[in-house]
């Protein structure tokens, strides 16, 4: 079974507008990280938020906030006031903190377009 | 600070020959995790590795193994190389469990078996 779902394989925005970009995942596992990365057509992953499983509020981090809702074990990311720079592969991870290190499984990513 | 130095960047390989990918973590970094990109496939764990010690293994093939050293910096080698091994191999450095500032990803570098 998939971990981390994305349902969107590729959105438009227009620029200037805000967007949700859809996450969700599945874990027995009381204790998980869970990241957005943004990877531009150069290949580099680029970190952009971080919620854990305990938090309890939403993150931000400038025009990027996570939409958590744990109960329905989903993890948006919305992205406010797109620019054209943010045209990317958008890609949802997690982490369980069962198992001791530092692996993310990762969704199959959603490809954002933002329109001029 | 200096970012991931993954190289070579680009690697064009004959099937049935080895390749060996080199990754550089960020300085004071002991974690390196190794990812495998195909467009088939999407992001996959390949291993990471702590303070020279394998800590976790994806599902992978034998063929897929790696190394770190004690100054961090890490190998990943294939060997017997196929086809379908051509993909965009990234690592990512960080601390041990980063949470709020994030693995840190290299540029990838991008294999090639022909």
């Known amino acids: 079974a998939q971990k981390i779902t994305q349902t969107q394989p590729g959105m438009f925005v227009q620029e200037k507008e805000a967007v949700t970009l859809d996450c969700t995942y599945d874990?027995?596992?009381?204790?998980?990280?869970l990241f957005w990365y943004k990877q531009p057509s150069s290949g580099e992953m680029i970190f952009l938020i971080y919620?854990?499983?305990?938090?309890?509020q939403n993150a931000t981090e400038g025009r990027y906030s996570l939409n958590f809702q744990k109960a329905r074990k989903s993890a948006n990311l919305v992205i406010s006031a797109s620019q054209l720079g943010d045209s990317a592969m958008y890609f949802c991870?997690?982490?369980?903190?069962?198992?001791?290190?530092?692996?993310?499984?990762f969704g199959g990513g959603t490809r954002l377009m933002v329109k001029p | 600070k200096a970012g991931v130095t993954q190289t070579p960047r680009y690697l064009i390989k004959t099937r049935g020959q080895q390749v060996t990918l080199s990754c550089s973590p960020i300085?004071?970094?002991?974690?390196v995790s190794w990812y495998q990109q195909t467009p088939g496939q999407g992001l996959q764990f390949l291993f990471e590795?702590?303070?020279?010690?394998?800590?976790n293994k994806g599902n992978f093939p034998g063929r897929f193994s790696g190394r770190q050293f004690s100054n961090s910096r890490s190998e990943m080698n294939v060997s017997t190389l196929e086809l379908g091994d051509s993909a965009l191999y990234l690592c990512?450095?960080?601390?041990?469990?980063?949470?709020?500032?994030?693995?840190?990803f290299g540029s990838g570098t991008r294999l090639t078996v022909v």
């Open positions: 990512a450095s960080s601390f041990d469990r980063p949470d709020n500032y994030g693995y840190t």
């Open positions: 874990t027995s596992d009381p204790s998980y990280g």
């Open positions: 300085s004071g970094h002991r974690s």
């Open positions: 919620q854990g499983s305990y938090d309890q």
């Open positions: 590795y702590f303070s020279e010690t394998q800590r």
């Open positions: 991870a997690m982490r369980e903190d069962n198992n001791a290190g530092n692996m993310l499984t």
